[in-house]
């Protein structure tokens, strides 16, 4: 059983379409990061949520903390074929407890 | 700025060979983690290691897996002997502890296919 759950597992859509992956949990975490993976390479942080409510913006990708911070939502604008990859959320309940990770949302933009 | 080096980045055996993987951290990093991804079980937390002291072993899968960090800058992993259920890509991040984050930072993995 995964601490850290993902969905959906699989996304394939089309460029300049939006889509929102979510990671859920019922333990709490101090907090929540998300990464993305490309093939043949390690996950690459992506932001770090901390505070139960947050709401982060990277260019066209929207991250938000639940306010329990048990769970978490990427939100992708205009998706683009650049966007694809494996999306990872990562939970540390404590700076002395290492990050665990979800399955992922695999995610592939076609043009 | 070099980020966590890891080798090799492929290897390829026979069961019952001995592997070792090995890992350099980035500088001033004090924490370091052993993950392995396969598609099946996803990303794997199999020990990690806090100013070069195991903390957390829990992961790791068998006694044929053991892992060292003698320095703040080299760690190793180690499968003796191997078999073909350790096919996977073996990943060595590290992180500085001080931070009450947790962010990662990741090698390149290191792909091991056991025949």
């Known amino acids: 059983t995964q601490l850290l759950e993902q969905s959906p597992q699989f996304l394939s859509i089309q460029e300049g379409e939006n889509l929102t992956v979510y990671c859920n949990s019922s333990?709490?975490?101090?907090?929540l990061q998300w990464y993305r993976q490309e093939p043949g390479e390690g996950p690459v942080l992506l932001v770090t949520v901390v505070t139960g409510g947050e709401v982060k913006k990277l260019k066209r990708l929207t991250f938000q903390f639940g306010d329990a911070r048990k769970d978490s939502s990427l939100h992708i604008t205009a998706a683009q074929p650049g966007d694809t990859g494996l999306y990872l959320c990562?939970?540390?309940?404590?700076?002395?407890?290492?990050?665990?990770f979800g399955a992922g949302t695999r995610l592939t933009v076609k043009p | 700025d070099a980020g966590v080096i890891q080798s090799p980045r492929h290897e390829v055996t026979e069961m019952g060979q001995e592997v070792t993987l090995r890992c350099k951290p980035i500088?001033?990093?004090?924490?370091l983690f052993w993950y392995r991804q396969t598609m099946m079980r996803g990303l794997e937390l199999l020990i990690y290691f806090n100013n070069n002291v195991p903390i957390d072993d829990s992961g790791m899968p068998e006694d044929r897996f053991s892992a060292k960090m003698p320095n703040a800058s080299f760690s190793t992993l180690k499968i003796q002997p191997s078999e073909p259920r350790d096919s996977a890509v073996y990943f060595c991040?590290?992180?500085?502890?001080?931070?009450?984050?947790?962010?990662?930072?990741f090698g390149e993995g290191s792909r091991l296919t056991v025949l």
């Open positions: 991040a590290s992180s500085y502890a001080g931070l009450n984050t947790g962010e990662l930072f």
């Open positions: 990562a939970g540390a309940q404590s700076p002395v407890i290492p990050v665990r």
């Open positions: 333990s709490v975490f101090s907090s």
């Open positions: 500088s001033g990093h004090n924490s």
